[in-house]
């Protein structure tokens, strides 16, 4: 089984997890900070090729309502960028996928509270804990389709 890569996509940051070779836990990997949507997404595809991954899971970061907001378009856009430079340069093989993050960053701030993280150190590592949230649940929902398909 090939790893996966979690994106939490911001407008300053980009969150990045990892998971484990297995495919059962997410881990943070980095916060790029954000220069441009085509340097951005490059690295995003280095990185890719680097660990092998075969999935990018981006968090959609719809309003509680479920109704888009502008910061949805943007990551539309990352990932029509995304899709583009895999195009471009014959990546084959890697799906990218969407993850409801509607709660990610409240609950990762949650987790680094409980950490007893300063404030600073909190808004350092944030993205990259939001990013672990979103590839976490996506993985848990994979092993859930597994068992369910075993059992069924």
């Known amino acids: 089984m090939m790893r996966k890569i979690g994106l939490d996509v911001g407008d300053k940051t980009v969150g990045i997890a990892i998971s484990d070779p297995l495919c059962i836990t997410a881990q943070g990997l980095m916060t790029l900070e954000r220069v441009g949507i085509r340097k951005d997404t490059g690295k995003i595809l280095d990185l890719v090729k680097e660990y092998e991954c075969d999935t990018i899971v981006i968090g959609l970061n719809k309003k509680l309502n479920g109704t888009e907001s502008v910061q949805t378009e943007k990551v539309y856009e990352f990932r029509t960028m995304l899709e583009n430079k895999m195009r471009s340069t014959g990546m084959k093989g890697v799906e990218i996928v969407w993850q409801d993050e509607r709660l990610t960053t409240v ?32 993985l848990d929902t994979l092993s859930f389709k597994k068992r369910n398909e075993l059992e069924g």
């Not at 701030?109 to 990013?131: F, G, H, M, N, P």
């Open 107 to 138: 609950m990762a701030e949650r987790v680094l509270i409980d950490a007893d993280l300063s404030r600073k150190k909190r808004k350092e590592v944030i993205d990259k804990q939001a990013a672990v949230l979103i590839l976490q649940s996506y």
